[in-house]
């Protein structure tokens, strides 16, 4: 088992990084302002420049164009065969195979794949050299676009968080509306996740979120299953208090007290083959919020009201 | 539990992308009413279930279920395989029945992540 542990956290490292191999683009990840040798050079020199500016590797231009390139390796097959006053363009790889900037970074990884090159130079469209690119390259822009990922989300949860301190208001309060159709199986639950995310931005507790989204999941089912046009749902967010109202225009509820019984169900068989029906969404709503009003007649249509309370002192005492 | 021994145990297969956080499950619940898993399942767990519609994952986001197994050889519809995908909740596909595949998980030493009665609170 441990093993596979490994390989398996492995796997998912590689599929989060392989997703930004394809976002990110090669000139966001290069070395800019590359430095490039003539082929006329003696290798010797070449060797200098290396040992002085730590280079492994570097691109060789003539007139402006890519001609070659010269690595570490070919510096020391030169000093081996005693030829260090030969010229660069002598033991360059000529013809390098080169990347285009605007090619995502999966496409350098390929070419990396294929080739066995340490390096590739990196061209415009127009053929010119614009940088380098090593596999260090691609690694150190994949780390910091995770990091950027990271921090991204972390700002948004920040700046939600103090939404309510930054805004002074005498009462200030957030709304979201969603409009919920009858019928619509597929989105069903889609306002749900929303509310619940962004509770959770907003720095609810994980608790108060899953009791906010249980409650208005089964709202939101509801109005899916057991309304003539649909409804809607709105959320009110203040500091010390969460208000969820579920409303739709028919065709009301006949007997409330029946329906708030546990196991009590009008819904149809393809309802239940859909998992829901079981008479238990109003009784769940109720033990998930700290207070429930469901106001109903035939001619209004039904409303729906639950009140969940962040302060542990606010809440009303349990009957 | 993490995700990798769920599968083996269950001879399952996974039909989403690997999850971006380390999946640790912590119990299970098995359910085809979801009411009732809203009711009753503990957060963190794993829903083992015979309904394959988007429902469940819309169940599993709301009620923080980590991972998600369909029984009986069941195949949930691209619609469901797409929202998973987006919400991050690992869906598993197994021949076996819903009875056989939590009596292996509870063996294998997953607690039942299910209240007992409607009494006990889940929040």
């Known amino acids: 088992m441990k093993q596979i542990d490994i390989s398996d956290e492995y796997a998912e490292n590689i599929t989060r990084v392989e997703e930004l191999a394809y976002e990110l683009r090669i000139n966001e990840v290069m070395t800019e302002n590359v430095f490039s040798l003539e082929p006329d050079l003696k290798m010797e020199e070449a060797l200098d420049i290396f040992q002085d500016k730590r280079f492994s590797g570097a691109p060789v231009t003539e007139h402006d164009k890519v001609i070659g390139i010269l690595s570490i390796e070919d510096l020391i097959h030169a000093l081996r065969e005693n030829r260090m006053d030969a010229t660069v363009r002598d033991f360059m790889t000529a013809n390098p195979t080169t990347v285009r900037g605007s090619d995502p970074v999966v496409e350098a990884l390929k070419t990396f794949a294929l080739t066995k090159f340490g390096r590739l130079p990196v061209m415009d469209k127009d053929g010119n050299l614009i940088g380098i690119l090593t596999k260090g390259d691609i690694s150190n822009g994949l780390l910091s676009a995770l990091q950027r990922d990271y921090h991204a989300e972390e700002l948004i949860r920040y700046r939600a968080s103090h939404l309510f301190e930054d805004i002074v208001s005498g009462r200030t309060s957030l709304i979201l509306r969603y409009d919920i159709r009858k019928g619509d199986f597929i989105r069903g639950g889609n306002a749900s996740s929303k509310i619940k995310r962004a509770l959770l931005r907003l720095g609810a507790s994980p608790q108060i979120a899953r009791r906010c989204g249980i409650a208005v999941y089964e709202a939101e089912m509801n109005l899916i299953i057991h309304t003539d046009h649909g409804g809607t749902l709105r959320v009110e967010i203040e500091p010390h208090k969460i208000t969820m109202e579920a409303y739709d225009d028919g065709p009301g509820i006949e007997d409330v007290e029946l329906a708030m019984k546990a196991g009590y169900s009008t819904a149809t068989h393809e309802i239940r083959e859909m998992g829901f029906g079981a008479g238990m969404g109003l009784v769940n709503i109720k033990r998930c919020v700290d207070e429930m009003r469901l106001v109903s007649s035939i001619e209004r249509g039904t409303n729906l009201y639950m009140i969940i309370y962040l302060n542990d002192s606010e809440q009303p005492s349990e009957d | ?123």
């Open chain 2, 1 to 123: 539990m993490n995700l990798s021994e769920l599968i083996t145990l269950t001879k399952g297969n996974l039909l989403t992308k690997k999850p971006s956080d380390d999946c640790e499950i912590s119990g299970a619940m098995g359910a085809d009413l979801m009411s009732d898993v809203l009711a009753s399942i503990k957060p963190e767990a794993v829903l083992l279930t015979g309904l394959c519609n988007p429902q469940v994952v819309r169940t599993a986001t709301i009620a923080d279920i980590r991972a998600i197994v369909f029984v009986r050889g069941k195949y949930p519809d691209p619609d469901t395989v797409l929202l998973a995908n987006e919400e991050n909740i690992p869906l598993i596909i197994t021949d076996l029945g819903l009875f056989e595949a939590c009596g292996i998980l509870y063996q294998a030493g997953l607690p039942s992540y299910e209240l007992k009665s409607q009494e006990d609170s889940v929040l």
